[in-house]
């Protein structure tokens, strides 16, 4: 659609004004969300939002990406972005997303219903393998100099919470309606994974709630002397307020194993969570994370949090 050549800004104001004063004048429809919310039917101009009580986002970062069409052919900065952040869509995709949105040099993902942590932590986990085992190498391997300069490699965070939905946008113009997603989710996700460094995971406080007692997400695969406790690290997420407990959340460094990680996806996914062979390293984690006060006590504040919004004491 064509542009106005001239614009009376005193009128844009005014409208947007008026636009204001309806929607502060009343409040809009909050519905609870049911199993059959589908994003893409959304209503634009009804005021109506849609509140999902739990949702994971996964967001993923690509470090120095403002670097990496320097000194390369226009063809060449493609292939890099489609084959960084089209394989990230395409993992997000594999592990049932309910919703995929990229945004610049990333991706992010959000995930609802049915074994939603399972599915958004693989896929975080296998956007990290992917960027550290295969295209960061074949990078390197193409632009050394380039490589050596401003390293590259996705940066994850994944964060959880309650979020409310509407399409907001052009009524009459599909290319110009997206849904906005208020809440703390992708937000938060978004804070982790700009701390983290390439290659690394950070998961908010809620997160690691959900996960922790899972073996295959938690403790390290028999390679190298394992099973042990040593494979998450606490990290405080600076950027998320002091007074929100989200902020103690855990960093993962490694990557799915090359002989392991395909079985214990296919377990996470299938909703295990025991593993025969980690009765000592699931102890020393326990007995690891009873030992940082902090973080216990953000766990209780997240706990009695949870407990306020569905009503117990």
Request: a negative charge; one cysteine or more.
């Amino acid at each position: 659609m064509p542009q106005e050549s001239t614009v009376s800004l005193d009128t844009l104001l005014a409208e947007l004004d008026e636009m204001g004063k309806e929607e502060f004048g009343s409040k809009p429809t909050v519905e609870e969300w049911d199993d059959d919310f589908d994003v893409t039917e959304l209503p634009i101009e009804a005021r109506k939002w849609i509140q999902i009580p739990d949702v994971v986002a996964v967001v993923a970062d690509l470090k120095n990406s403002t670097h990496l069409g320097t000194g390369k052919h226009a063809a060449s900065t493609a292939s890099i972005y489609q084959a960084a952040t089209g394989g990230t869509v395409s993992i997000y995709n594999r592990f049932g997303a309910d919703f995929i949105a990229i945004q610049g040099d990333g991706a992010f993902a959000l995930f609802w219903g049915d074994k939603r942590y399972e599915r958004a932590l693989c896929s975080g986990i296998t956007v990290k393998t992917f960027s550290s085992l295969h295209l960061v190498p074949r990078l390197e391997n193409k632009w050394e100099t380039h490589a050596e300069d401003f390293p590259t490699g996705f940066k994850v965070g994944v964060a959880s919470g309650r979020v409310l939905v509407k399409r907001i946008g052009t009524p009459r113009n599909l290319s110009e309606q997206e849904p906005v997603w208020a809440g703390t989710p992708v937000n938060f996700a978004t804070k982790a994974a700009q701390q983290a460094e390439r290659h690394e995971l950070i998961v908010t406080g809620s997160v690691w709630d959900h996960i922790e007692r899972n073996d295959y997400l938690t403790l390290t695969c028999p390679c190298n002397g394992g099973p042990s406790a040593s494979l998450w690290d606490d990290v405080t997420v600076a950027k998320i307020p002091e007074s929100n407990s989200e902020r103690e959340g855990r960093l993962l460094s490694a990557s799915w194993c090359t002989v392991h990680g395909d079985e214990y996806v296919s377990a996470v996914l299938d909703g295990l969570k025991k593993r025969d062979d980690a009765e000592d390293a699931r102890a020393a984690l326990r007995k690891k994370l009873f030992a940082n006060a902090l973080s216990v006590t953000a766990q209780q504040k997240r706990r009695d949090a949870r407990n306020r919004r569905i009503g117990l004491k």
